[in-house]
């Protein structure tokens, strides 16, 4: 379903119609979903996804910009408004279980800490 909301969207924006121009896309639309769904699923930086699929990081930032905008034109993943949800006689309820694990700091003292004279300094 988000792939053929994404397949209608015109892809070229030339300015005389039927003339394409540029080299081809390097990728389907399939793995430019993949590429924004593995963006957000993992947290991986555009390097490391753009590097998956072969592209550089900043054509990696640009197919992820531009397949949310179609996402959002599209409305296919617009919440409820407010009003519904008041509305509604039933609830939600989401339980998130959250570990909590100490960081691991240096202890601070004065034995481990270098002063540097002022007068050493250049």
């Not at 555009?46 to 996402?71: D, H, N």
């Not at 039933?90 to 694990?101: G, K, Q, R, Y």
Request: net charge positive; aromatic share 8%; with cysteine.
């Amino acid at each position: 379903m988000v792939v053929e909301s994404i397949r209608l969207e015109p892809q070229s924006k030339h300015k005389i119609k039927g003339k394409k121009r540029g080299p081809k896309p390097k990728l389907s639309t399939e793995d430019k979903i993949l590429m924004m769904l593995m963006y957000y699923r993992a947290c991986r930086t555009f390097f490391y996804v753009g590097a998956s699929y072969g592209v550089s990081e900043s054509q990696a930032w640009r197919i992820i910009i531009t397949q949310e905008k179609i996402l959002i034109k599209s409305k296919l993943f617009h919440l409820p408004g407010k009003k519904v949800l008041t509305q509604a006689n039933t609830f939600e309820v989401v339980i998130v279980d959250v570990a909590e694990s100490p960081v691991e700091r240096p202890k601070k003292n004065s034995g481990n800490i270098i002063l540097a004279k002022r007068k050493d300094t250049p």
